[in-house]
């Protein structure tokens, strides 16, 4: 059975970093795909990033040249690594095993002003 689990979230001052990971079990990681996503209070859960498991990636626009995911297959892990941070980032962050119903439980990231 697949299993996500996030951490690294907290709370940190608009332009300042925190890096996120998700780690896997339960499945083969090299050749899984893996996205973030976020949801904000009162809004639907958006889409940030994801990485391939060849290791190209995309993001949303919102946050594109800020943040950054990146695996590591040893560790079964993958990470988002989220630069100048803004308050328009507070959000609970998940990740999921792109294609399917997999979801970890979340973490919270909080951005002050």
């Known amino acids: 059975q697949v299993q996500l689990v996030e951490s690294g979230g907290g709370l940190v001052q608009a332009g300042g970093s925190l890096r996120l990971s998700c780690a896997a079990s339960?499945?083969?990681?090299?050749?899984?795909?893996i996205g973030w996503y976020r949801q904000a209070p009162g809004k639907q859960r958006e889409f940030v990033g994801r990485i391939q498991s060849g290791g190209s990636t995309d993001y949303a626009g919102s946050v594109k040249g800020r943040f950054a995911i990146s695996r590591d297959n040893a560790k079964k892990t993958v990470y988002l690594q989220m630069n100048s941070l803004k308050p328009e980032d507070t959000a609970v962050y998940y990740c999921?095993?792109?294609?399917?119903?997999?979801w970890g439980q979340g973490t919270q990231v909080t951005v002050s002003s």
């Open positions: 339960g499945i083969t990681f090299s050749i899984i795909a």
């Open positions: 999921n095993l792109l294609g399917t119903s997999s």
